[in-house]
């Protein structure tokens, strides 16, 4: 069976004609994304028992008649930060290179129950900080696409187990672009839902008011489909949403006749490069799909990059306070005090960006600076999201670029702090929001490398998101 | 917004970080570097502006709440399975108070 081809909807075909039984398709998956590992180094580790146990499960029901699940044998990836019981789960960092939770994710309880199978957990930037996974302890993943340069990041394993073909589908998580980004470098579908529509128990906290788990896969259909399997409330996560989960894939297949798409003019000042162009193809096919284009505004996106990083900073320094040394696996052995116990196992097991934001969120936090700079940054993150609401009285959606470059080379950026962040512009703004926001691809550079347009709706308008894009990909546009 | 090295010590020990030298001379540089950039915010005038703590939940206060009784939990050896060093069902910690 040739593995990179496969589609949920394939895989179900294949099991229910019997040209194969889950357990052999999880056996043909392992063994094929083991071999191609060393080539980008996306996956940390193979879950092969968890993945055994999972087919054999679906095989069992599929000869008993019972209904398998919509993810039924398909093999799916999981990024390092989602919590998966007994198998371990670093998030990129040396700190916890042997940590094994004890306890499974909500969306990760909610695939296997779809009857989805992990095969593995896919490398990541440090405990999900980064644009370009360098930020890895366990070394950079190699953009399939062009394995000289970055997947994108933070979740560029997860892209890349999609875009290389060892997995048909992946979860990711997105903070301010973690997912899209990655999509776009590596040329794959790539979705963050409306903030609270998949629950974040289990999923290691970055900034908890910014945390997202995602779907990544190689058709708009099945990223569709794996996110109506794990999304829903979850009485473990208050912050999950109470909304009805709908059935995204079944809502695409409407045309896009009569729908007003909004161009954010501020996206596309000083895009005259191949990624403008390549979106400006992408808008057409649009276009000729019967959408009105109507140029809007969103005022105050210049001030999202300096909001974002107060409030994902200030956030960082709270939540990664947990790693001290005593519950996760890791202690410096250099402490005879409690408090140099404390600082010694943090000064040794976080890398260096870790470091960096929890240094920049300890300083805004501060006294004296709180005011200046959190209570600045939230209400900023107010009027950006006034801008979004604004700008859906006039229209159906957005389309913006997702990063302004198309994926770089390895180390061309790692020394530049700062210019790493402002990568980030296309995708931050509708992180703050907390709209559902994805990544299609459109097309490629004259290089091949891939290029990402960046669909944007309505809080809990998945629905209108899954069918723009669905209805852009059948119309060709992810090669236009 | 600059930040000379000994804030940045005093940070540090906010963060219950040890930093090498070398880092200290790092974090003064980006650091110094990423807030000045951040300085651009005092361009906008956000007063009476609402801060934004939570993204939206459209429900009634009481939602969240459930009915407070006994539900399955981790057990003793499986919330310390991960500590470096535990013991007698405790995690174990240098010691705390000075003699």
Redesign the interface.
């Known amino acids: 069976m040739n593995i990179p081809s496969l589609t949920i909807s394939s895989v179900r075909k294949g099991l229910t004609d019997r040209t194969f039984s889950a357990v052999e398709l999880a056996q043909e998956a392992l063994a094929f994304a083991k071999a191609e590992n060393p080539k980008t180094n996306a996956y940390l580790t193979f879950s092969d028992e968890r993945a055994l146990a999972a087919a054999r499960a679906v095989d069992a029901k599929l000869a008993a008649g019972e209904d398998p699940g919509v993810l039924a044998g398909v093999p799916v990836g999981v990024k390092d930060v989602i919590s998966t019981r007994g198998v371990r789960t670093t998030c990129g960092s040396k700190l916890l290179e042997?940590?094994?939770p004890?306890?499974d994710a909500t969306a990760i309880e909610r695939l296997e129950a779809a009857g989805g199978v992990m095969i593995g957990k896919a490398n990541c930037d440090e405990f999900a900080m980064g644009s370009s996974n360098e930020n890895s302890a366990y070394g950079p993943v190699r953009n399939p696409v062009a394995l000289d340069r970055v997947p994108g990041g933070s979740s560029g394993g997860s892209a890349a187990v999609v875009a290389q073909g060892t997995a048909v589908v992946s979860l990711g998580s997105d903070t301010g672009g973690s997912i899209r980004q990655p999509a776009s470098f590596c040329g794959c579908v790539g979705v963050t839902p409306t903030?609270?529509r998949v629950s974040r128990y289990g999923l290691v906290a970055f900034a908890s008011?910014l945390d997202h788990i995602g779907p990544f896969s190689r058709t708009v259909a099945d990223s569709a489909t794996l996110l109506t399997a794990i999304a829903g409330r979850d009485?473990r996560d208050?912050?999950s949403?109470?909304?009805e989960v709908q059935d995204y894939a079944a809502a695409m297949q409407q045309p896009l006749q009569g729908l007003k798409i909004g161009l954010p003019k501020e996206y596309f000042a000083g895009l005259a490069n191949e990624t403008g162009d390549r979106i400006q193809a992408g808008i057409e096919v649009l276009k000729k799909q019967g959408c009105e284009i109507v140029d809007v505004s969103l005022p105050?996106t210049?001030?999202a990059?300096?909001?974002y990083?107060?409030i994902c900073t200030a956030e960082v320094?709270a939540n990664l306070?947990r790693f001290?040394?005593?519950?996760?696996?890791?202690?410096s052995a250099k402490?005879?005090?409690?408090?140099?116990?404390?600082?010694?196992s943090?000064?040794?097991g976080?890398g260096?960006e870790a470091?960096?934001r929890?240094?920049?969120?300890?300083?805004v936090l501060?006294h004296g600076y709180y005011d200046a700079?959190y209570?600045?940054?939230?209400?900023?993150?107010?009027?950006i999201?006034r801008d979004f609401a604004q700008a859906f009285e006039k229209v159906d959606a957005l389309i913006t670029p997702v990063s302004p470059f198309p994926a770089f080379k390895l180390g061309e950026k790692v020394n530049d702090?700062?210019q790493m962040?402002l990568s980030d512009i296309y995708t931050i703004t509708g992180s703050l929001?907390?709209i559902p926001c994805m990544n299609v691809p459109c097309g490629t550079t004259a290089e091949g490398l891939p290029v990402g347009m960046q669909i944007l709706t309505k809080?809990f308008s998945e629905d209108l998101m899954f069918r723009i894009a669905h209805q852009y990909e059948m119309s060709g546009g992810f090669s236009a | 917004m600059k930040?000379t090295e000994e804030?940045?010590r005093y940070?540090?020990g906010?963060?219950?970080?040890?930093?090498?030298e070398a880092?200290i001379h790092q974090?003064a540089h980006?650091?110094s570097?990423?807030?000045t950039?951040?300085d651009?915010?005092n361009e906008?005038n956000?007063d009476g502006?609402?801060?934004?703590?939570?993204?939206?939940?459209?429900?009634e206060e009481t939602?969240?709440l459930?009915e407070d009784e006994p539900r399955p939990c981790?057990t003793n050896a499986?919330?310390l399975?991960?500590?470096?060093?535990s013991g007698q069902g405790y995690?174990k910690?240098?010691?705390?108070i000075e003699r």
Request: proline share 3%; glycine share 4%; no cysteine.
């Open positions: 042997h940590y094994i004890p306890y903030y609270g008011s009485s208050a912050t949403a109470l909304h105050h210049e001030y990059i300096e909001a990083y107060i320094s306070s001290d040394g005593v519950r996760f696996t890791t202690r402490a005879e005090t409690l408090i140099d116990m404390y600082k010694n943090r000064g040794e976080f260096a470091k960096r929890i240094m920049l969120g300890a300083y501060s700079y209570i600045k940054a939230q209400r900023v993150r107010s009027l999201t702090p700062l962040y929001a907390g809080h | 930040l804030q940045v940070v540090a906010l963060a219950n970080l040890t930093l090498t880092e974090y980006d650091l570097d990423i807030l950039h951040i651009k915010l906008l956000t502006v609402e801060p934004m703590a939570q993204v939206l939940f459209a429900a939602a969240t459930r981790l499986e919330a399975a991960n500590a470096l060093v995690y910690v240098p010691r705390v």
